[in-house]
């Protein structure tokens, strides 16, 4: 049974409460020997009860639960925490219950220091069956600084015993990394074995490769053969660099090697392993004599003048530089592989950029906003204001029998669950509508000056762009206005779509 008496010190009625759940390593040492003995322990089945009778008492609703199913020593290896950080972050819970403050992470201080920051910036209260932490107070910031430096201690201690036998698994030729290497897949005992048809596609790398061609333009033809990237995707020559110079493929092991730091506190190991060997060792060579080793690039130096500005309409992704040396013009180009967009003439794109701006200058000054009709419909506002309200009001009805229809055993959890999700996710829409609407109801009111103040800005750019020489000053000017241009032009087409994204004083308008 649920107790009725609400515990004292903790805040009350809380709504848009997430519940996260996450297994330590000793729980699940735990579960597997009582499941050797023939019992059914279920770890977070009995923290999910814990926190929803804590919950009960104090009249949260409950937004989302979390139930952390894999195991990973790093945020990024626990994709409910990382989403759970991603919401905490634009503030959408009031609050985050868990069993204890350190199943929400006791990795490295980076870790640590990132959850507890997400959590202090957005004001969201950590919420425990034996205390409230609340990371805007001095005492409880440093209570939980405390006990994360002791759980980082603990942390450490068993980090160094599984890296331990992680090592002396490489050393004996095992590959233990989670991800497999293209052209393998994962054997007994952590022994890698030979992928026939990714093995082909390896050959054909390294052989290219030898033969002349670019990591680039090896991409680009695996890319239009419709072969399939290590993640399923267009390839990209990073990709090909990196298996170029993976070791694995001429079978040994590296151990200690970080592609994504180049400061490493430990130098590479290599090893020989287990597996066979996909490419020769006198091949793996050659292709290591001839790709070299990675340059430091120098200073960029801005050329363009739409720098970041301009994006693909098919891909998402910007524009780059395209210099030309056979003609006056440079152009800007889409270089993703595969991807359909073409190139265009900077010059051609700067007028057309001016050319909607021009327009945009003439509606603001000929046809001003009518300011007089958008007021017209407040009454409406205050009509859906108060339609809205009175369904939140339904809806926490609702929310409150729930938790008694599963005291009485007519919801299961699982339909507790499902039903607290519902009713959280419809409130928390319909709280959203609110917010649109009183906020829509007082922008009708300001648009009007907020465009005169966006003006001289406009007025600016428009007046002093054709006079400014350098594309470092030119990109500058436009960023004042600008967040940024979409373009859509098809690689054999002359003709080009624009559309404008302007960063106005409250909201961003498309230009048709």
């Not at 330590?24 to 009778?53: C, F």
């Not at 036998?165 to 030979?194: A, D």
């Not at 390839?235 to 994504?260: A, C, D, K, S, T």
Request: glycine content about 6%.
């Amino acid at each position: 049974m649920f107790e009725k008496e609400p515990r004292r010190g903790y805040p009350i009625g809380l709504s848009h409460v997430a519940v996260y759940l996450r297994k330590s390593r000793e729980d699940r040492d735990a579960e597997q020997k009582d499941t050797a003995r023939g019992g059914e322990y279920d770890t977070l089945a009995r923290h999910r009860t814990a926190l929803l009778d804590l919950a009960q008492q104090q009249n949260y609703t409950i937004q989302r639960i979390y139930a952390e199913v894999v195991s990973g020593e790093s945020i990024s290896g626990r994709p409910m925490m990382t989403e759970l950080l991603s919401e905490v972050q634009k503030g959408a819970f009031s609050s985050v219950m868990c069993m204890d403050i350190d199943r929400l992470g006791r990795g490295d201080m980076r870790d640590q220091g990132n959850i507890l920051a997400t959590f202090k910036e957005s004001q969201t209260l950590i919420i425990t069956p034996d205390k409230v932490y609340d990371l805007d107070d001095e005492m409880d910031e440093e209570m939980t600084e405390f006990k994360a430096f002791f759980s980082r201690k603990e942390y450490k201690i068993i980090r160094k015993r599984l890296e331990r036998g992680r090592h002396q698994s490489i050393q004996q030729g095992k590959f233990i990394y989670p991800r497999t290497p293209y052209g393998y897949t994962r054997g007994e005992e952590s022994v890698l074995q030979i992928h026939l048809e990714q093995a082909k596609i390896v050959h054909l790398i390294f052989s290219w490769y030898l033969a002349g061609f670019g990591p680039t333009m090896i991409a680009n033809r695996l890319s239009t053969l419709g072969i399939p990237s290590p993640l399923g995707k267009s390839w990209w020559p990073e990709q090909i660099v990196f298996m170029l110079r993976n070791p694995i493929y001429q079978g040994q092991i590296r151990h200690g090697h970080q592609q994504r730091h180049r400061l490493r506190k430990k130098p590479t190991e290599i090893y020989n392993g287990m597996h066979e060997g996909i490419i020769s060792p006198d091949d793996f060579e050659r292709v290591q004599g001839k790709i070299g080793k990675p340059t430091a690039p120098g200073p960029k130096r801005p050329k363009n003048p739409l720098r970041g500005l301009v994006m693909c309409a098919f891909c998402g992704k910007p524009y780059q530089y395209l210099p030309v040396s056979n003609r006056p013009d440079h152009r800007v180009h889409c270089d993703t592989p595969s991807c359909t967009g073409g190139s265009l003439n900077i010059s051609s794109l700067e007028e057309a950029i001016l050319e909607q701006l021009q327009q945009q200058y003439v509606q603001l000054n000929v046809k001003p906003p009518e300011v007089e009709a958008e007021c017209s419909g407040v009454d409406a506002f205050d009509l859906q204001i108060e339609q809205a309200q009175k369904e939140l009001s339904q809806l926490d009805n609702q929310r409150r029998n729930a938790f008694d229809l599963l005291e009485r055993q007519v919801y299961t959890v699982e339909i507790f669950e499902e039903r607290q999700r519902v009713l959280g996710d419809r409130m928390a829409k319909l709280s959203s509508l609110l917010s649109t609407l009183l906020d829509e109801k007082e922008n009708q009111r300001k648009m009007h000056d907020q465009k005169l103040d966006w003006l001289p800005s406009l007025v600016n750019v428009l007046d002093l762009y054709r006079d400014t020489e350098g594309p470092n000053e030119k990109n500058e000017l436009l960023r004042q206005i600008l967040d940024r241009a979409v373009l859509r032009k098809e690689k054999s087409a002359r003709a080009f779509e624009l559309d404008l994204y302007l960063r106005m004083p409250a909201r961003s308008d498309r230009l048709a």
